[in-house]
């Protein structure tokens, strides 16, 4: 069983950051896009961000645009978050997940197990 | 409030067929596949269809999904205890963003 495991979450202030990383021995990255997704306790899934396949594009939801960096490095096979400025409102389990086989984003093959942020003063 | 509807709840005993909508727009739906997520309580989410109506290896063919215009639906046939989950669907969209319904929460009475 081919596991993703996130890490770097924890509880924090608002107004500080945190960087989430995302890896998977035994599951490559390369040539496959890559996202984070994010639950807030008791809610549905967010969608976060996504990397491009080569790193040549990143998109970003609305909510987190200009805090938050998404970053690949496919020779550690590894995802990164970078999350500035952080709300309260980030609080969350954040997945990341990774694009399977149709060519198109936002079918999620493999998924971590989360790993929670907590934002609160 | 989700760009994608679902709606908040569906039962079923076990048995039966359950149908779970969700609809969109000409930018996500309309345009692209959707795909399909089933959460267990305390788990990651799992693709459960994706491209509109293909299942990945491993899913039972009890789980089936259809799209039309910017509608889709998962049917999940001969409904059993372990289906009770929250299910969610997704979609790429024109926006340069993928989107998520709401969520539905399954009970299996």
């Known amino acids: 069983q081919v596991q993703v495991v996130e890490s770097g979450g924890g509880v924090v202030q608002p107004g500080t950051s945190l960087r989430l990383s995302c890896a998977a021995p035994?599951?490559?990255?390369?040539?496959?896009?890559m996202h984070w997704v994010r639950q807030a306790p008791g809610k549905g899934l967010e969608w976060v961000a996504v990397?491009?396949?080569?790193?040549?594009?990143?998109y970003y939801a609305d909510s987190v645009k200009g805090r938050f960096a998404i970053s690949r490095d496919d020779s550690k096979n590894t995802l990164y978050l970078q999350m500035n400025s952080l709300r309260v409102e980030d609080t969350a389990v954040y997945y990341c997940a990774r694009d399977g086989y149709s060519g198109t984003p936002g079918d999620f093959d493999y998924w971590g197990q989360g790993t929670l942020v907590t934002v609160s003063s | 409030q989700s760009v994608l509807t679902q709606p908040p709840s569906a039962s079923g005993t076990p048995g039966q067929r359950v149908t779970i909508s969700c609809s969109g727009s000409s930018s996500n739906i309309g345009s692209n596949p959707v795909n399909w997520y089933q959460q267990l309580p305390g788990t990651a989410p799992k693709l459960l269809i994706y491209s509109s109506n293909q299942r990945p290896s491993g899913v039972p063919d009890r789980f089936s999904g259809s799209k039309s215009g910017t509608s889709a639906s998962l049917v999940i046939s001969g409904l059993q205890s372990e289906d009770e989950a929250d299910y969610y669907c997704?979609?790429?969209?024109?926006?340069?963003?993928?989107?998520f319904g709401g969520g539905t929460k399954l009970t299996v009475l």
């Open positions: 997704a979609a790429w969209d024109d926006k340069q963003r993928v989107v």
């Open positions: 035994g599951l490559t990255f390369t040539n496959y896009g």
């Open positions: 990397i491009w396949y080569d790193g040549s594009k990143k």
